[in-house]
């Protein structure tokens, strides 16, 4: 079993950064491989990006790429989301999720057992 715990989410202006981070506790094998989802509201979820915990790998979504950084700090079992130049398109409700091994399709979800409580982001101009 995983449990995962999100924090970070704040309200900030456009252009604004900041920074997530998922605490992974349980059995680490189940946490291999971390990733980062945005919800908002009427919209399909989006795969930010995910990262193995094992050799610190990361992959983005397509449309992720150059302002989210994710990163890891593997002695704290603690993932990151470093994001910037923030947009009021980015504001939604955050999560992290674990599973024992990254896939090609990471980026639908499907493949995730464990999800954290989600951490909102809320970007005002």
């Known amino acids: 079993q995983v449990h995962l715990v999100e924090s970070g989410g704040d309200s900030v202006q456009v252009g604004g950064s900041l920074r997530l981070s998922c605490l992974a506790s349980g059995s680490a094998y189940n946490y291999r491989c971390m990733a980062w989802f945005r919800q908002v509201p009427g919209k399909k979820r989006e795969g930010i990006g995910s990262i193995s915990t094992v050799d610190g790998a990361t992959d983005y979504g397509d449309s992720m790429k150059g302002r989210f950084t994710i990163s890891h700090d593997s002695a704290k079992s603690t993932i990151f989301l470093q994001l910037d130049s923030l947009k009021p398109e980015d504001s939604g409700m955050y999560y992290c999720?674990?599973?024992?091994?990254?896939?090609?399709?990471?980026?639908?979800?499907?493949?995730?057992?464990?999800w954290g409580q989600g951490t909102q982001v809320t970007v005002s101009s």
């Open positions: 999720a674990a599973t024992p091994l990254c896939g090609s399709w990471w980026a639908n979800g499907t493949e995730f057992e464990y």
